[in-house]
């Protein structure tokens, strides 16, 4: 498999609310493998470690034990190889959407003729090509979403990451998103932090339900929904859970 999670476990030590020091278990076991052109979905309640799995895959945090490997290599730190896209855009106001698209090539120190023709290339693979000279603050949230993706693909990366990035979007912007996501998984690993159950149905190929810092089940997306093998699978997808 191109992605592989290795019994991975994540702690923390926090104070408590009656100021005693106590160690978490934020991760507990994971074990999980994804294919390059696989879009994998990990679903489940806040708090249960969806997007702190997130993180290690990005290299923004490390394990407390277990590893991570993509194509071979284990993962120790960020890499272009692995983009993260957000539920907050992050775009600069003063740039303009080219300029956005343009960010991560700069640090590549691409010549600027460049750094232009590839920001066009994925500007025009969002749907955004006639709004590149653009600031973001005149476009809607799905586009500056899109403006995002484009940032995020610009750089040639295997892996995509994405915290929950159509929350805090309206259905018809958050369809628009999705399709583009379809569009664009058959080139990736596409791996998506969601608490909407339909979108998870809807576009994802295999799913993985989270409790408490394990993975209660993963398989492919429609058996999870419609055969789910964990009482506990069936109690969240049917609604019988919290």
Partial sequence: MY????????????????GVRRERVILDDIMLSIDHGEFVCLLGFSGCGKSTLLNLLAGFDQPTSGRITVDGQ???????????????????????????????????????????RLA???????????????FPARLSGGQQQRICIARAIANDPEVLLMDEPTSALDPISTNKIEDLIQELKDRY????????????????????????????????????????????????ISGRFG
């Fill in 3 to 18: 992605i592989e999670i290795d019994h991975l476990c994540k702690r923390v030590v926090a104070r408590d609310t009656d």
């Fill in 74 to 116: 284990p993962v120790t730190r960020p890499s272009n190889s692995r983009v993260m896209i957000f539920q907050q855009y992050g775009l600069l106001p003063w740039r303009t959407v080219e300029q956005n698209v343009m960010l991560g090539l700069e640090a590549q120190r691409l010549p600027r003729v460049d750094r232009q």
């Fill in 120 to 134: 066009e290339e994925y500007l025009r693979l969002v749907g955004l090509s006639d709004h590149a000279r653009n």
């Fill in 189 to 236: 690993a596409i791996v998506i932090v969601t608490h909407n159950m339909q979108q998870a149905a809807r576009i994802s190929d295999k799913t993985a339900f989270f409790l408490s810092g394990e993975v209660v089940e993963f398989g492919d997306t429609a058996q999870i929904f419609t055969d789910p093998r964990d009482q506990r699978t069936n109690d969240y």
